[in-house]
Nanobody
Framework: VQLQASGGGLVQSGGSLRLSCATS????????IGWFRQVPGKEREGVSC????????YHADSVEGRFTISRDNAKRTVFLQMNRLIPEDTAVYYC????????????????????WGQGTQVTVSS
């Protein structure tokens, strides 16, 4: 599966952005999808992940209540709605996929994901 992230940009603190992860290749129905972010000098961290059917989600504590992950398998796209952005959200955001046979809670660790897209820069100004 191939992934293409888009939707990043520059936004003021308190603003919103919606990231999209367009996929191609095999059916998206069989993949958990995750959003991750990385700033220079730090490890990549899991932000939000969603199970292959969309019924199970995970959000990191730092974004809980502000970010929402969703997916449209028919359109082969996964979204990350980011509200009430803060400067600490500034990072390069990546989407990634891992094939799953069962619908289990997604493990939102970067090491668990096999297929990665290129990143999209999100910058939040204070």
């Amino acid at each position: 599966v191939q992934l293409q992230a888009s939707g990043g940009g520059l936004v003021q603190s308190g603003g919103s952005l919606r990231l999209s992860c367009a996929t191609s290749g095999y059916s998206l129905n069989n993949y958990h999808i995750g959003w991750f972010r990385q700033v220079p000098g730090k490890e990549r961290e899991g932000v939000s992940c969603i199970s292959r059917g969309g019924g199970l989600t995970y959000h990191a504590d730092s974004v809980e209540g502000r970010f929402t992950i969703s997916r449209d398998n028919a359109k082969r796209t996964v979204f990350l709605q980011m509200n009430r952005l803060i400067p600490e959200d500034t990072a390069v955001y990546y989407c990634a996929a891992i094939r799953r046979i069962v619908t289990d809670p997604p493990n939102c660790s970067p090491d668990e994901f096999r297929y990665w897209g290129q990143g999209t820069q999100v910058t939040v100004s204070s």
